[in-house]
C-alpha cells in the first residue's frame, strides 16, 4: 500500500483555528457535562442531540444569497444544490427541532443539549473555530416560573460541578425594563437609542460619570481622544444614570429604584413586575441573594434578549497574564427570546434558555483545583524478559480487576531506560520490575515513582542509595502493594 | 426581530441522511460509552479527541483533484483555499495526530477517541451521513501482546456495558495466514488472487461446497444464474479450503490445521506463530475460547489489514423484521494495519486498533433489556392556583434534593385535563395535585400514574371510583410518599 514517492508528503497539521485535545482535557469535561446533565435531568429537561449539520435555509442568519454563505459558517453545497453548514450555536438547531417535532413534544419542552459547534471566525489566541456549548431551554411557556427555574438550575449546576456558594452569582436583568428606560428618556429615533444602548454596554468599563459625559457631549478618553457623545439632555440622561446605579442593598429596593427609573413606561413597569416575580419565586425556594440577585447593571446580552436577561459570574479572584488579581468573570449567560419557531411557523412561540460557556467553565475549576488537569497515569509494568510476556500480563490483569489503571510495556524492552523514561512521560505512579531473579523468587520489585521523584529533587547521596522509594514484594502481594502505594498519594 | 412577510418560510427539517436523537436516545449512548470509556482508561489507554475538520490533504484518501473533492466526505474550500473535510473516520485523524504530536506523545502510544464521524454517501433506511465510532488503539509496537490485549479488552467492554459472557465472542484471524494460503496455492496473478479473496468473503453465503465450485469452474446459484467460477485447479483449492474449514476443537488443533494449510509459505508461517502467541498471551491470562477463539472464517475485513484481525460478534438470537430468529452478529471489528503514518512521515509505524459500532451494540442492549430505551419521566407537579407557584416549586425544590426528577407544570394552567395529558407524554410515574383544600389543610394529592394506567386498562366502575392509584399525604410527608410509590415501580 505504499504511495508512490513522487507524491509530496501532507503536512501533519490540524486546520487553521483547530485544535485537539487529549487525556484529561477530554475526560474532564466529559466528567463536568455528565454531572451538569444529571441536574439538569433531575429539573425535568430532557437530552437533545441534532445533528451537527443543517440546511442553510434552517440554521436561517446565513442565507446563500452571493456566492457561498460563508459569512460565519462553515458551508458547501449538497449534491442536490442545497446548501447545509455546521451548526454555530444551539439555539438555532432547537428552533429547527421544535417546528419540526412540535406535534410530538411536551409543551412546555424542557431540553439540554452538549456539544460542539464551529464558527467560521479569524482564529486568534484562546478563539478556536470548533468549541463546545452546554445549553438548556424551555419552549412554549410565557411563566416566569421558567426563568426562575433555569436561574435556580444554573446555580445547582454551578454548585454541582465543584464551584462553592459564595464564589459565584447569578445575576439577573430585564430587557423590558431598559426599553422602559428608553422611552423614559424620551428618545425615539432608533439611531439614537442605539446610542444609548452602546453607552450602557461601557457601565463597566467607564462607570457613572464616564456614561454622563457620553450621554450627554462626549469625554476624553484615557488616550486623550474626544469621543462624541449621543446628546442627551442632562434631563434625559436620568433615567439611564437612575437604571445603571439601582442596585439596592435588598431585592425591594433594587426593585423600587427601577420603578422610579422607568417612569410611567408601561413596558418598563411590565419589565419590573417580571423580575419581581422571579425574586418572589427564587426567594420562596430559598434562593437568596448569596446565590442569585436581581441587578440591572447586566447590560451584556440585553439586545439580543427580549425579557429577562441572567449572567452567571465567579467571584473569586485569579491572576491575570501580568499577575494582577481580577475576577473571573462570567461563565454563562442566557434569556427569554420569544420569537424562537416564528421563521419556520409564522407563530410565536416564547422560550427562556442558558448557556453554560464549558471551556471557561472547566478552566475555573482548575484555578479551584477542582479537577487535577492532569491525566492519572496508569501503573506500568516493566518487561525484564520478553519471554514471560504473558505473566507481566496477568499482572496488569490483576491489577486492573482491583480497579487500578496499569498497563505492560509494549516498546521495545531492550534498554530498561527507556522503559523508565517511558513511564515517567506517563505520569505513571508505580512501576512493576520482575526479572528472572524476581521470578525464581516469587517476588516483585515495586518503584514508587512519585516518591522516587521528590527523592531525586533533594535526596542526599545517601539517601538516594538506600533507595526507600523501591519494595520488594511476594508476587501474591502485588495488588496489595500497588494499592497502599497509591493510597499514599492520594 | 420580525422577517418581512413576503420572505418565504424555511422548511423545518434535517438535511437529508441526517437525524435528531432525543432523550434516552442521547444519555444511554453517554452511559454506554462512559462504561467502555472506564475500561480503556484501567488499560492505560487515554482519551483524545480531535477536532471534527481536517484538511483534505490530512485525510488523504479524497485529493482535490476534480473540482471538488466530495468523494465520500463532506468538503468545502476554507478562504486561504485549502479544502476542509469533515473526518469519515477516527483512524485518518488518529495518524494526523500521532504524526503532528509524536514528539510529546509517549510510544507505544494507546488512545481512545469517540465521537460523530461524516459520511457523504446516498442515505437510505438505518444508513445515515452522520454516526458515532469509538475506537481504540495501539501505535508504535509490533508486540502482539497489544493485539492480544485488545482483543481482551474488547471482552471486558463488551461485559462491562452488559453483554453476558456466553452471549458474545471475539474472533481472531490472521492476514498474513491467508497471504500463505494464496502463495500455497500458487496463484500469482494479482486479479486471480483478488478472485479467489472475494471468494472467500463468499463463504459465509455459500459454504464449503459453494466455495469449492466458485474456486474451480463455477456455479448456479439461487437464481438459477450460472457464476463463472475463479479456474483453479482441484490442486489448488485445497489450501483454502483447508484453511476456511480449519477450525478445531481448540486453538491447538486450529494452529495445526493452519500450519498444513499454509504449507511451506513464510508469511502464512509467520501469520500462524503470530495467531499461536496472542492465543498463549490471552490463554495465560484466563480468557479462554468461552470469550476469545481463534477463527479461520472470520473473512471481514482481511483486505484492510496487515496481520492479526479480529471481530466481536453477539451469539444470542433475536428476531428479524421478518419474525425469523437469527444472530445478532457483529458489533466491533480491527486488526493491524502497519503504514498508519507513513503517508506523513516516511517512516513505517506499526498499530493496531478496533473499532466498536455504537448503534448496533446499544441496539443490542436494549434488545437484551439491558438499556431502558425509555426515558424516565418526571415527577409532574399540577397547577391548581397560579397564585401558588412559589409553593409548587418549593414541593419540586424538595424533591430534587431528594435526588428525584421532579417538575412543575409551566403550560397554562385552566385545563386540568391537559396537565394530565402533559405527565402522560412526559412519562410520568407520579402526579403531585394541590389547591385551595389542600393549601388550607396542608396536604396534596398523590397520584400514581403508572398503577392509574394499569387500572385503566382493566378495572370495572367500582374500582376505578375508588381510586387506588391516588393517596392523600400530609404536606411534609411529600417527598416519603413519593419515594415509596417510585420504590415499587423499579
Redesign the interface.
Known amino acids: ?3 508512490p514517492v513522487k507524491t509530496p ?8 483555528g ?10 474532564e469535561r ?1 466528567e463536568m457535562l ?1 454531572r451538569i ?1 444529571g441536574v439538569y ?4 429537561f ?10 442553510v ?2 440554521l ?1 442568519k446565513f442565507l446563500p444569497d452571493v456566492d ?1 454563505p ?1 459569512e460565519g459558517v ?3 453545497q ?3 444544490e ?1 446548501w ?1 453548514a ?1 451548526r454555530y450555536d444551539l439555539t438555532a438547531p432547537l ?3 421544535y ?3 412540535r406535534n410530538d413534544l ?3 419542552y ?1 431540553r439540554y443539549a452538549m456539544g ?1 459547534v ?1 464558527r467560521n471566525e479569524k482564529p486568534g489566541p484562546g478563539r478556536f ?2 468549541f463546545y456549548q452546554c445549553d438548556a431551554d ?1 419552549v ?2 410565557s ?1 416566569m ?2 426563568d ?2 433555569i436561574c ?1 438550575m444554573l446555580a ?1 449546576a454551578l454548585e454541582e460541578v465543584g464551584i462553592a456558594r459564595g464564589d459565584y452569582v447569578v445575576r439577573v436583568n430585564n430587557r423590558k425594563v431598559l426599553n422602559g428606560v428608553l422611552e423614559a428618556t424620551g428618545v425615539s429615533d432608533p439611531d439614537q437609542q442605539a446610542a444609548v444602548l452602546r453607552t450602557i454596554d461601557k457601565f463597566d468599563k467607564v462607570g457613572e460619570a464616564g456614561v454622563r459625559e457620553l450621554l450627554g457631549k462626549g469625554r476624553l478618553d484615557a488616550s486623550g481622544a474626544y469621543i462624541d457623545g449621543v446628546g442627551l439632555s442632562d434631563q434625559q440622561a436620568v433615567p439611564v444614570l437612575a437604571f445603571l446605579t439601582s442596585r439596592g442593598a435588598d431585592p425591594v429596593e433594587t426593585l423600587g429604584n427601577l420603578r422610579t427609573a422607568v417612569g410611567t413606561s408601561e413596558t418598563g413597569r411590565a419589565g419590573v413586575d417580571e423580575l419581581e416575580e422571579i425574586a ?2 427564587l ?4 434562593y437568596g441573594p448569596d446565590r442569585i440577585v436581581i441587578d440591572p447593571s447586566v447590560v451584556r446580552g440585553l439586545g439580543y434578549y427580549t425579557g429577562p436577561v441572567f449572567e452567571a459570574e465567579l467571584t473569586f479572584e485569579i491572576l491575570d497574564e501580568k499577575g494582577r488579581p481580577r475576577q473571573f468573570g462570567s461563565v454563562a449567560g442566557g434569556g427569554r427570546y420569544d ?1 424562537l ?6 407563530q410565536q412561540v416564547p422560550a427562556v434558555g442558558v448557556s453554560i460557556g464549558v471551556d471557561r467553565l472547566l478552566a475555573a475549576l482548575r484555578e479551584k483545583g477542582r479537577m487535577g488537569g492532569e ?1 492519572q497515569g ?1 501503573v ?1 509494568v516493566t518487561v525484564m524478559d520478553r519471554t514471560r ?3 507481566y ?2 499482572m ?2 490483576e491489577l ?1 480487576r482491583a ?6 510495556y ?2 521495545n524492552p531492550k534498554n530498561f531506560g527507556n522503559q523508565m523514561k ?1 513511564a515517567d ?2 505520569g505513571s505512579p508505580v512501576a512493576i520490575i520482575a526479572g528472572e531473579d524476581e521470578f525464581a523468587r516469587r517476588v516483585v520489585q515495586v518503584k514508587d515513582l512519585i516518591l522516587g521523584a521528590r527523592i531525586a529533587e533533594s535526596a542526599t547521596l545517601e539517601e538516594w542509595k538506600d533507595r526507600p522509594s523501591q519494595t520488594e514484594a511476594p508476587r501474591e502481594a502485588l495488588v496489595d502493594t500497588v494499592r497502599n502505594i497509591l493510597s499514599e498519594h492520594v
Open positions: 500500500m505504499a504511495k508528503r501532507p503536512r501533519a497539521e490540524t486546520p487553521k483547530f485544535r485537539d485535545y487529549f487525556g484529561s482535557d477530554v475526560t466529559a455528565r446533565a435531568h433531575r429539573y425535568g430532557d437530552a437533545l442531540e441534532s445533528s451537527a449539520v443543517e440546511t435555509e434552517a436561517g457561498r460563508n462553515f458551508a458547501w449538497d449534491e442536490d442545497k447545509l455546521l428552533a429547527r427541532v417546528a419540526q417535532h411536551p409543551t412546555p424542557r460542539p464551529w473555530r470548533q424551555t412554549g411557556t411563566s416560573a421558567a426562575a427555574e435556580a445547582d418572589s419565586l426567594e420562596a425556594q430559598g420569537d419557531v416564528a421563521r419556520f411557523t409564522g491525566a496508569p506500568v510476556m504473558a505473566e500480563q496477568a496488569v490483569g486492573r480497579g487500578i489503571r496499569a498497563e505492560v509494549l516498546g517511558y512521560r506517563r
